[in-house]
């Protein structure tokens, strides 16, 4: 038998009897470092502070008493979306669960296998040494991951495969997904048509499809995805995508259609109800929209990343649909159920401010979106779509100072920056012309600003805090050539005399395709990219992958 001593598992049950049997199987393979964690919110902090090599996770965490707050899907979902769950932990899902749709949910999320229950000691010493092998065959790509240095990963991957023939598929997959990563796409997109050239495999088409969307070609992304729906119909990140796809396209309703469809085989996956419940509001279906988000709202209750904006999103639903009485007390529950969440009082301002117009409140609509825009500048992570809507708002109101207000601090997101036209097209949208025109000159004036004290910084051999400097003004206008110019060039200076650093590299690469799409014939264009290339091989980076 192998020796499993070093690896540290967690357990995640709350049945005290079924915890202790799992340790006595361990200990009978040896294993011996176990921490247990009896619910999801308490497994979300263990492993947000420590790297477990083996988590045991049993489906059902409600202890048999009904209503106990996440399941293991649910959990496995924060997990992944929120970035937690380390490359190197093994992820099992421990179920006895009949139904098909739960099953269906938790499959989707990939971990890394799913067990059923009952199970022996030596189908989970099985389970664990096929995991651990698979583990073992990438650490040479995880390290070098950990590092930062992708490029090398790549070339790693390329090692992987000759190393490991029967993972040779794998490696493949892997790699792709580090070019797309890169913003790569022709590289990512020829090694999925390699595959499938070989055989049809699923995930394959998906990252396909995802080369061909982000590329722009929708018709052809759409086509892709209806192929492989039809092959497989239970590939579910397939629908998510062709929903995207939809919509880049203008058709909001055939995303609805499409997630509806897929909300009907696995309807546990909060992510995909949330994206359901803006699809069918932006589709003009209130009805569709309010289930979703009532959904979402009760199955996030006991999540450690429930987010208010769930509710703000159900009172729009409910007052399309004219239920004023129902969007009231949505509110009320979002105020007591969200005390202590930062993003608290904008969401109830906006709610409630939504609600006063809906009853003919002007005064105290009014009052709401002052409450709102003030909350707004304390409030973290709000996305775009809820700030957007109070510039709306508040545009509606003549508020124009509070509307201009919240676009330029979107603007100055570190997170999430919204770009000059971006926040230009806002104001036009919505007809304000002369709004439109005092954002631009007022960014225009802060992004010259940047330039000249980059530039300043670069005169006194401060490369790094002038590249910070203009990464500040790249946000405000990312197509604006003169600042991508200057960025690239100053990346490529502090690369050159002070040392190669991978990330600050892989970012110039990444810039530089950008130029050579928007600017490629220029003479400036080709000298920096001989000096970007001279200083990859003064470092003895590799050039190819």
Not at 205 to 230: M, P
Not at 233 to 260: C, I, N, S
């Amino acid at each position: 038998m192998q020796d499993y001593s070093e690896l540290s598992v967690l357990l995640i049950d709350p049945s005290q009897p079924m915890r202790t049997n799992l340790r006595g199987m361990l200990n009978q393979a040896g294993i011996v470092r176990i921490e247990d964690a009896l619910s999801a919110g308490t497994a979300i902090r263990q492993i947000s502070k420590k790297q477990y090599d083996i988590i045991l996770c049993e489906y059902d965490l409600s202890g048999g008493v009904g209503d106990g707050g996440q399941d293991g899907q649910q959990l496995l979902e924060d997990l992944r979306l929120h970035n937690i769950l380390s490359r190197w932990s093994i992820f099992f899902m421990l179920t006895s669960e009949g139904a098909y749709s739960k099953v269906v949910s938790a499959a989707e999320l990939a971990p890394n296998d799913y067990i059923l229950k009952p199970f022996t000691l030596e189908i989970l010493l099985q389970r664990i040494s096929r995991a651990i092998g698979r583990r073992t065959a990438f650490t040479p790509v995880y390290q070098l991951l950990d590092q930062g240095l992708v490029r090398e990963a790549i070339a790693a991957t390329r090692a992987g495969e000759s190393t490991h023939p029967r993972m040779a598929t794998e490696f493949s997959r892997l790699r792709a997904e580090l070019h797309f990563g890169l913003g790569e796409l022709s590289e990512a997109e020829l090694i999925y048509h390699t595959i499938l050239a070989g055989r049809p495999i699923g995930w394959a088409h998906l990252g396909l499809a995802r080369c061909q969307h982000d590329t722009g070609r929708f018709d052809e992304a759409v086509l892709t995805l209806d192929k492989l729906i039809a092959q497989n119909p239970k590939f579910m990140a397939a629908y998510d995508l062709l929903a995207r796809t939809h919509e880049a396209l203008g058709q909001p309703a055939q995303a609805k259609r499409v997630l509806e469809e897929a909300v009907a085989i696995s309807p546990h996956m909060v992510h995909r109800l949330r994206h359901l419940g803006t699809v069918a509001y932006d589709a003009g279906d209130p009805a569709v929209s309010e289930k979703a988000f009532k959904q979402v709202v009760a199955k996030a209750k006991y999540s450690e990343f429930r987010d208010p904006e769930d509710h703000v999103n159900l009172v729009k639903a409910l007052l399309k649909k004219g239920d004023s009485s129902q969007a009231g007390g949505v509110i009320r529950d979002l105020e007591r159920s969200m005390r202590g969440n930062d993003n608290l009082e904008a969401c109830r301002a906006i709610s409630s401010a939504l609600l006063m117009e809906s009853m003919g409140n002007g005064n105290a609509a009014i009052s709401e979106l002052n409450a709102a825009v003030a909350a707004v500048y304390g409030a973290r992570g709000l996305s775009r779509r809820i700030r957007l809507g109070l510039v709306d708002s508040c545009l509606q109101y003549k508020l124009d100072k509070d509307a201009a207000g919240v676009v330029i601090g979107m603007m100055n997101d570190d997170d999430n920056a919204l770009s000059l036209e971006d926040a230009v097209g806002v104001f036009e949208k919505a007809g304000r012309h002369d709004l439109a025109r005092g954002v631009g000159e007022t960014v225009n004036l802060q992004v010259g600003e940047l330039l000249d004290s980059a530039a300043n910084q670069m005169e006194q051999g401060d490369h790094k805090s002038a590249v910070y400097t203009l990464s500040l003004a790249l946000r405000k206008a990312p197509n604006n050539l003169p600042v991508l110019y200057a960025t690239v060039s100053a990346m490529v200076r502090q690369l050159d005399e002070l040392g190669w650093e991978a990330a600050t590299g892989e970012q110039a690469g990444v810039l530089l395709q950008r130029l050579g799409r928007m600017d490629g014939e220029n003479e400036e264009f080709d000298r920096l990219v001989q000096m970007y290339s001279g200083t990859q091989r003064k470092y003895g980076i590799s050039t190819t992958a």
